[in-house]
């Protein structure tokens, strides 16, 4: 499956900004899906996660209350919805995709992920 990220922009400390990850290729419903941050200097991070259905999702703890990870299979897409923004979310965004043959929760490593995105810019700004 090929991923395509977008969304990412110039926001304001405190405000909302929301991700898009389409899919192209394959059998979107067999895959689990990660969004992953690096921030310069830093290694990537896993931010949050999304089982084949949307039934099992998943959270770093520094974004728990503020990010909502959803999927609509039938558009192929993955969103993460990011609120109350902080200077320290900016970050290159990435959406990844790993097929599971069972429901679970995605991967938190990285190295388990077959496809990925190229990447979304978010900056944030005080």
């Known amino acids: 499956v090929q991923l395509q990220a977008s969304g990412g922009g110039l926001v304001q400390a405190g405000g909302p900004l929301r991700l898009s990850c389409v899919a192209s290729g394959g059998i979107f419903s067999r895959y689990a899906v990660g969004w992953f941050r690096q921030a310069p200097g830093k290694e990537r991070e896993f931010v949050a996660g999304?089982?084949?259905?949307?039934?099992?999702?998943n959270y770093h703890d520094s974004v728990k209350g503020r990010f909502t990870i959803s999927r609509d299979n039938g558009k192929k897409s993955v969103y993460l919805q990011m609120n109350s923004l902080k200077l320290e979310d900016a970050a290159v965004y990435y959406c990844?995709?790993?097929?599971?043959?069972?429901?679970?929760?995605?991967?938190?490593?990285?190295?388990?992920?077959?496809?990925w995105g190229q990447g979304t810019q978010v900056t944030v700004s005080s």
């Open positions: 990844a995709a790993v097929e599971r043959n069972y429901m679970t929760y995605a991967p938190r490593n990285l190295n388990e992920y077959s496809s």
């Open positions: 999304i089982g084949r259905r949307g039934d099992y999702t």
